[in-house]
């Protein structure tokens, strides 16, 4: 088991200077999974990470460019599953953002749960609006998902955690209401960190990985543990979800 924090959902593509985050991330000793949005930009990402170190580059189709890409992205997909350790950004995306390609996203969805690769790895999934037929789909595939950013109805959520589903938790949910009130529905064990930086802030900055030792206090907070503690809880829920304890 790795002793370092795991950002599991960072868009290290899209900051103006990714080597210098990268760089401070190694530093704070924290682990980054690099989502991205397309097979060609996951191939990108394998060329700009270094090939030694604490990052490593997840294959996505995000939803709302699957209208775009359609099933020849998950043709060209599934030519790069085989070597992605993670998998994501994918999944669903009805708010009035993707409403008018919701059929094309569930066809391009369904595609992408039946590869046989995304069942023996972890995959970072984008659910917003879309939370019901999400998680019924990733249940049904048995897939070893997290949700990203999760604001849904917590009765749905009740049902991914009855399906051994994780929920990763950045900044922005712990400012809010909601994301609060989920955490607080949630075992300490099925919760993981994410930053989805940079397009989340921290002292008035982009999030960047480097800030995860501030989340780890402020969910040792909201947990009543000393920081170590959360830190050794998060350590075991990063264990599993990958496959390494």
Known sequence: MTDQLLDTHCHIDAYANP??????????????VAVTNSPDDYRRMTTLLPRTGAARAALGLHPLHAHRLGMSGVLRFSRHA???????????????????????????????????????????????????IAVQRLTDAKIRAVLHWYTGPLGIADDALA?????????AMLRSV?????????????????????????????????DLPTLVGDLAEHWGLDNEQARCQLLANQSFITGTK
């Open 178 to 210: 909601k994301g609060r009130t989920l955490l607080a529905r949630l075992p300490r064990d099925r919760v993981l960190c994410e930053t989805d930086g940079p397009y989340t802030r921290h002292d008035g900055q982009p999030s960047q990985p480097a």
């Open 19 to 32: 080597s210098t985050v990268l760089a401070a991330a190694a530093a704070a000793e924290v682990q980054v």
């Open 163 to 171: 399906a051994g589903l994780f929920f990763s938790i950045n900044p």
């Open 82 to 132: 085989a070597t992605a350790a993670w998998i994501g950004e994918v999944g669903l995306d009805f708010s009035p953002a993707g409403r008018d390609t919701r059929d094309i996203q569930l066809q391009v969805f369904d595609a992408l749960l039946a590869l046989p690769q995304l069942r023996d790895r972890p995959v970072t999934v984008h659910t917003r609006g879309a939370d019901r």
